[in-house]
Every structure is written in C-alpha cells, then in structure tokens.
C-alpha cells in the first residue's frame, strides 16, 4: 500500500502602510506627531490526511490606525494606505 502525500501552501500576506507629508507654514515653529501602527496576522495552515483528503484554511487580518495631532499653524497630510494580498494554493496527490 502507498501512503496518500498532501501538500498545502497558505498565506501570502503583503501589508504596505503609511505615508506621511508635512508642511510647516513659513516662519511657524509647530509640532506635528504621526503615529502609525499596523498589525498583520497570516497564515494559518491546516492539512489532514485522512483517505486522501486536504483542508487548507489561510487567515489574513491587517488593522491600520493613524492618529495625527496638528499643533499652530501646520498643515500635516497623512495618508494610509494598506493592501493585503493573500493567496492559498493547495495540491493533494492520493
């Protein structure tokens, strides 16, 4: 007899985050604070073999917060962007 092989390859997870622009009025001193956290959480893979059967399950969570404090005359642009990308791919050979 010839044992049943399973092959499972998940979660991809691409996360790009944060970009910042300041602008800071001309003879103004001010204090512009940006703060950018951004958690990813990927891939959980789970393959059973049992009479040649595969499961594969892929988690993506991505959580992006931004918080901008403006102080005086100051213009402060921010702009988030995230992108997840997640991609599963599973073979199951009997």
Do not use: G
């Amino acid at each position: 007899a010839t044992a049943a092989a399973a092959t499972a390859t998940a979660a991809t997870a691409t996360t790009t985050t944060t970009t910042a622009t300041t602008t800071t009025a001309a003879a103004t001193t001010a204090t512009t604070t940006a703060t950018t956290t951004a958690t990813t959480t990927a891939a959980t893979a789970t393959t059973t073999t049992a009479a040649a059967t595969t499961t594969a399950t892929a988690t993506a969570t991505t959580t992006a917060t931004t918080a901008t404090a403006a102080t005086a005359a100051t213009t402060a642009t921010t702009t988030t962007t995230a992108t997840t990308t997640t991609t599963a791919t599973t073979t199951a050979t009997a």
